[in-house]
C-alpha cells in the first residue's frame, strides 16, 4: 500500500523544538521531492519547506527559514522536518506530500502532487 505517514507532533512550549518524520511505504522516496504543509485552524494551508534532490537547496518558507531543516534519509526511506525555538504560531496540523513536479512552485495553489499523509499536530504553547 502506498503511503505518506507524518510521526513526531506533539504539545510544546514557546522556545522547544521537535522534529517531525514523514515515511513512505510501498514506494521509494528516492525519485521524489517532497514538501511539508501546514494548516492551522481556519487559515489556509500553508507551504512551509520542499527538499529536492542533491542538486538544488532546499526551499523554506520565509516565517520558518533560520529555525526549521529539513532533510531526508534515503536508507530509511524517510524525510524529517527539524523545527527549532518554536512559536506559538507554529502551531498547526503537519503534513507531508510529494509535489508532482518537484520543489518548483510546490508553494502554488495549482501545484499537483502524488501523495499525502494524515498530518500529526503541532501545538506550542504555555
Known amino acids: 500500500q502506498v503511503r505518506l505517514t507524518e510521526s513526531g507532533g506533539g504539545l510544546v512550549q514557546p522556545g522547544e523544538s521537535l522534529r517531525l518524520s514523514c515515511a513512505a511505504s510501498?514506494?521509494?522516496?528516492?525519485?521524489?521531492?517532497i514538501a511539508w504543509f501546514r494548516q492551522a485552524p481556519g487559515k489556509e494551508r500553508e507551504a512551509v519547506s520542499c527538499?529536492?534532490?542533491?542538486?538544488?537547496?532546499?526551499d523554506y518558507t520565509d516565517s520558518v527559514r533560520g529555525r526549521f531543516t529539513i532533510s531526508r534519509d534515503y536508507a530509511k526511506n524517510t524525510v524529517y522536518l527539524q523545527m527549532n525555538s518554536l512559536k506559538p504560531e507554529d502551531t498547526a496540523v503537519y503534513y507531508c506530500a510529494t509535489p508532482t513536479f518537484g520543489c518548483t512552485n510546490y508553494y502554488t495553489r495549482n501545484a499537483r502532487f502524488d501523495h499525502w499523509g494524515q498530518g500529526t499536530q503541532v501545538t506550542v504553547s504555555s
Open positions: 527538499i529536492g534532490g542533491s542538486d538544488r537547496e532546499p
Open positions: 510501498g514506494f521509494s522516496l528516492d525519485y521524489y521531492a
